[in-house]
Nanobody
Framework: EVQLQASGGGLVQAGGSLRLSCLVSGFAVNDYDIGWFRQAPGKEREWIAGIKATNSNPFYSDSVKGRFTISRDNTKSTLYLQMNSLQPEDTADYYC???????????????????WGQGTQVTVSS
């Protein structure tokens, strides 16, 4: 059974950092396409970062490029999202997601992912 469990959220001041983790079971993290999404209150779920199984080059949305880093550690069955220079507009629930194969043009589409973590809340105070 495929499961994802996100953690690491919390309250941080603007300019601070957090590292989110997503512990997975039921598959090897290197074998699946991975995405991180976030959803702020009253807004749609937004894709922010992704990495494909076939290519280790990460992809980022413009809103987080240069500040966030996605990575994975197959030995620990864990995905990571390092978030630096956090701003109040980064406040949201953050979700990890995975799918065996996501075509590149659908990397930012939530319905393209088969498996989701439960979300972890990030609050950035000004």
């Amino acid at each position: 059974e495929v499961q994802l469990q996100a953690s690491g959220g919390g309250l941080v001041q603007a300019g601070g950092s957090l590292r989110l983790s997503c512990l997975v079971s039921g598959f090897a993290v290197n074998d699946y396409d991975i995405g991180w999404f976030r959803q702020a209150p009253g807004k749609e779920r937004e894709w922010i970062a992704g990495i494909k199984a076939t290519n280790s080059n990460p992809f980022y949305s413009d809103s987080v490029k240069g500040r966030f880093t996605i990575s994975r550690d197959n030995t620990k069955s864990t995905l990571y999202l390092q978030m630096n220079s956090l701003q109040p507009e980064d406040t949201a629930d953050y979700y990890c997601a995975a799918s065996l194969s996501v075509i590149h043009s659908n990397l930012g589409v939530p319905s393209a992912y088969d498996y989701w973590g439960q979300g972890t809340q990030v609050t950035v105070s000004s």
